[in-house]
């Protein structure tokens, strides 16, 4: 064995060993369970208040969630340099911060954490909201009239009256509706028309719990009153149209109508939310899930909620890497560029994967057929590429108009394809067409859609995301596996399927 090899080979089994005492740490020392199966689900919540700083004192009241039906809340704590900081207890808790002179850009930061549990219940009335008096104006006045009555036939109670005036609004097709909504938020049309009805309503905020999601803003919910009991109902259309959101979906980051954010002494202020799931063993303790050793406070999982979120996808990579290797060493698949097939594949993970396929098709094809109506203005590379670009942002565009009003939801997510990465595609393409003829055209695209497609049903099985974000020590693995697979220099299978009517020739012992 060659000096190289064997140093590539210890290597790999280096990298094997400590990737797999990192991954035994974090389950016998943090008790991170090795499979996602039964725990207990918890959410990590971000606030995050941007603002521009005037160079004087500088003061910030956030409104914060506390425990609601479903949702247990847990630890929370926040980083603001140089900023003091009190909570104001109350129906409604505020955190403050305050600085006697701040100038520039500042970040503060909010994180608490909630463990879902059913066993949370809805907490009882203790004084509703008063009636308001609608002011609407005459045109609107004749929309609502028309819009109370007809939910009032289909109702028998002021919750599925919530629920009726809800669809109504969220109809496109209702003209009544939609004039109303024309006019205010949908949340807030619905609260006047029952304030009408003699029902007590308010508008407050929650969020829409998806693990992953970064800078996302606060949803309008309407609490509705029945007397003893209440019930919130999002505004949207279709089938989510006056959903009752008390549930695991939705939680409620404001428990009496306010403002959300406000700040005196900065301009440009505004807050965004990101949210992570996490799932632990239930008999896990206290003590054991906040071990704050040197190891674990380097690790992804002490980073902002917002980075950690983008991690949860990045980490994603080196297996899609890997497929790539293994693909293109073992197999011999060609691919149009070497890792371009693992940025469609992230694509992929965003969309359906049907979706995704039959619009990369869409999209390669029409671009090939524009690059061919440019190459009779013999333009340079340079701005042929650049032409090819603008061409694809004009078809993405196009292909998200199309996807909305058609209601294709997973059509409007084209954006998520990496444009220039298609333009180069598209131009590479083009010229392997000239010069290969369209069989290699094929073949490469072919080769990316498989690597693709292989690398995005291995990065969306659950339990491997689950893995590769948890035990970082796999990430080395990975690198190992990569080390060991980038060594081999035999024959490729396709080469095999290609050499083997020679193996059926007889051998000329002349």
């Not at 969020?207 to 009153?225: H, N, T």
């Not at 980073?303 to 990045?314: A, D, G, R, V």
């Not at 890997?322 to 011999?332: D, E, Y």
């Not at 690198?479 to 051998?507: K, M």
Request: hydrophobic share 50%; aromatic share 10%.
């Amino acid at each position: 064995m060659s000096l190289g090899r064997s140093a590539l080979l210890w290597t790999a089994v280096v990298l094997v060993l400590l990737g797999g005492l990192h991954t035994a740490w974090r389950h016998f020392v943090h008790q991170v369970p090795l499979l996602p199966g039964s725990q207990e689900t918890y959410w990590d919540l971000e606030a995050r208040v941007e603002m521009e700083a005037k160079g004087v004192p500088v003061k910030v009241r956030l409104a914060i969630p506390q425990s609601q039906p479903g949702f247990l809340m847990g630890s929370e704590h926040t980083a603001s340099p140089g900023f003091g900081v009190s909570f104001v207890e109350g129906d409604q808790r505020f955190v403050e911060w305050s600085i006697r002179s701040a100038l520039g850009k500042q970040w503060l930061y909010y994180r608490v954490q909630f463990k879902f549990d059913a066993r949370q219940q809805v907490a009882a009335v203790g004084v509703a909201p008063g009636l308001l008096v609608s002011t609407w104006s005459l045109p609107l006045q004749a929309a609502a009239g028309q819009v109370l009555r007809r939910a009032w036939q289909e109702s028998a109670d002021p919750f599925s009256l919530a629920k009726a005036l809800a669809e109504q609004l969220g109809d496109r097709r209702n003209q009544n509706g939609r004039l109303l909504v024309s006019e205010m938020t949908a949340a807030e049309a619905m609260v006047n028309l029952l304030n009408d009805a003699k029902v007590p309503a308010r508008v407050l905020y929650g969020l829409a719990l998806e693990d992953g999601r970064r800078r996302q803003a606060l949803q309008q919910l309407v609490q509705v009153f029945d007397g003893a009991n209440w019930q919130l109902f999002a505004l949207g259309t279709g089938a989510n149209a006056g959903m009752n959101v008390t549930g695991k979906d939705y939680l409620l980051w404001q428990q009496e109508a306010g403002p959300i954010l406000e700040v005196l002494g900065a301009e440009g202020s505004g807050v965004s939310f990101s949210m992570l799931a996490t799932h632990e063993p239930a008999s896990s303790s206290v003590d054991a899930l906040e071990i704050k050793d040197a190891l674990l406070s380097l690790s992804i999982h002490s980073l902002p909620i917002s980075e950690q979120t983008m991690f949860k996808t990045l980490l994603l990579l080196p297996l899609g890497a890997l497929v790539i290797v293994v693909l293109r060493v073992f197999v011999g698949l060609k691919t149009s560029g070497t890792f371009m097939p693992l940025l469609i594949a992230l694509a992929f993970l965003e969309m359906s994967l049907v979706a995704g396929l039959i619009t990369f098709l869409l999209l390669v094809g029409a671009g090939l057929v524009l690059r061919q109506l440019l190459a009779y203005l013999n333009l340079l590379l340079v701005a042929r590429v650049a032409a090819v670009i603008v061409c694809v942002v004009g078809l993405i565009a196009l292909f998200a108009v199309v996807s909305f009003h058609t209601g294709i939801s997973d059509g409007m997510k084209v954006t998520l394809f990496p444009m220039i990465i298609l333009a180069w595609t598209i131009e590479r393409m083009s010229i392997l067409w000239e010069e290969e003829g369209a069989l290699e055209v094929f073949k490469q695209g072919g080769g990316s859609l498989v690597t693709a497609t292989v690398a995005f049903l291995l990065m969306d099985i659950y339990e491997v995301r689950y893995w590769m974000f948890n035990f970082l020590g796999l990430q080395l693995v990975v690198l190992a596996l990569i080390l060991v697979v980038g060594s081999y220099t035999g024959y490729r299978l396709l080469e095999l399927w290609r050499f083997s009517p020679l193996a059926d020739q007889p051998l000329n012992k002349e």
